[in-house]
T-cell receptor
Framework: AQSVSQHNHHVILSEAASLELGCNYS??????LFWYVQYPGQHLQLLLK??????LVKGIKGFEAEFIKSKFSFNLRKPSVQWSDTAEYFC???????????FGKGTSLLVTP | EAGVAQSPRYKIIEKRQSVAFWCNPI?????LYWYQQILGQGPKLLIQ????????DSQLPKDRFSAERLKGVDSTLKIQPAKLEDSAVYLC???????????FGPGTRLTVL
């Protein structure tokens, strides 16, 4: 069955620390990959997406993600986090030929001053 | 550009009662989605419309849940009768077309007592 798994459910970092959130998917075929973020009290927003081309994708607010096909991974990174990055982060995937978006369980990130 | 609108934002009901949620997608978006997000999990697709037709409702519990998008714009999701396990946030999303990026509304938080 198609699924998305996120390794870390809760992450606590100090400001200026580097961030890497893991995401793996189990899909046969070409996939489209997404990272969404939900800031406290706000709705889900798209951080970045990968459809094809350069496997290193840059998104908003300094985030980037790398698609590694051989590892079925799409990890999210940021070199230096800020307190304002405190949020819930969701990885999602869908088949390139399909429409249904499958989400991981999410990772809660707390950035301390 | 106005985002996806949802109402109400919060709803508390007792089990066996009925409840309805409303969604207005981004103007011009043909595809509309309803998701259920249970605490601690990622959103799960319930139903997907393309204009006023259903594309995928395979995960909609049809014995109690129903949804419609009669004029291809607004949509309502109904639960009748509600169960305790229906307590969740119900998210509406829209996209320009079937395979495009989805944009989410703020959600309706349902508590069933």
């Amino acid at each position: 069955a198609q699924s998305v798994s996120q390794h870390n459910h809760h992450v606590i970092l100090s400001e200026a620390a580097s961030l890497e959130l893991g995401c793996n998917y189990s899909y046969g075929g070409t996939v489209n990959l997404f990272w969404y973020v939900q800031y406290p009290g706000q709705h889900l927003q798209l951080l970045l997406k990968y459809f094809s081309g350069d496997p290193l994708v840059k998104g908003i607010k300094g985030f980037e993600a790398e698609f590694i096909k051989s590892k079925f991974s799409f990890n999210l990174r940021k070199p230096s986090v800020q307190w304002s990055d405190t949020a819930e982060y969701f990885c999602a995937a869908k088949l390139d030929s399909g429409y249904a978006l499958n989400f991981g369980k999410g990772t809660s990130l707390l950035v301390t001053p | 550009e106005a985002g996806v609108a949802q109402s109400p934002r919060y709803k508390i009901i007792e089990k066996r009662q009925s409840v309805a949620f409303w969604c207005n997608p981004i103007s011009g978006h043909a595809t509309l989605y309803w998701y259920q997000q249970i605490l601690g999990q990622g959103p799960k697709l319930l139903i997907q419309f393309q204009n006023n037709g259903v594309v995928d409702d395979s995960q909609l519990p049809k014995d109690r849940f129903s949804a419609e998008r009669l004029k291809g714009v607004d949509s309502t999701l109904k639960i009748q009768p509600a169960k305790l396990e229906d307590s969740a946030v119900y998210l509406c999303a829209s996209s320009l077309a079937l395979a495009d990026t989805q944009y989410f509304g703020p959600g309706t938080r349902l508590t069933v007592l």
